[in-house]
């Protein structure tokens, strides 16, 4: 980003947008910290974090996976990449960066 933004931005300051999930948020977040964002602002970056995921799959037949300490509770997953385009829209980031 800080490569892009001084090559191509014309001063201005790039957005970055990272989607995280339940397992990843705090790891990212430490890491971001730790290393002072890696040179860029903190306002520069949004954090979205995914929701509760979808239902793991055990198979290719599609059996739910249950978790071992509570057979009637299911284990899930993080959506993946296609949750992003509603987290940007449900965080109204694209709004937050036209109006920076």
């Given at each position: 980003?800080l ?6 931005g014309?001063g ?7 989607m ?7 790891k ?24 509760q ?12 996976v ?6 009637s509770?299911?284990v ?5 990449h296609?949750?992003?385009h509603?987290?940007?829209?449900k ?10």
């Amino acid at each position: 980003i800080l490569a892009v933004q001084k090559k191509y931005g014309d001063g201005r300051i790039l957005p970055l947008c990272i989607m995280t999930s339940n397992d990843t948020h705090e790891k990212t977040m430490q890491l971001l910290n730790v290393n002072n964002y890696f040179g860029m602002r903190k306002s520069q970056v949004t954090v979205v974090i995914q929701g509760q995921g979808v239902p793991a799959l055990a198979d290719n037949n599609a059996k739910f996976v249950l978790a071992e300490d509570n057979p009637s509770k299911l284990v899930t997953k993080p959506h993946g990449h296609g949750d992003i385009h509603s987290l940007l829209y449900k965080n109204q980031v694209a709004k937050k960066w036209k109006d920076k």
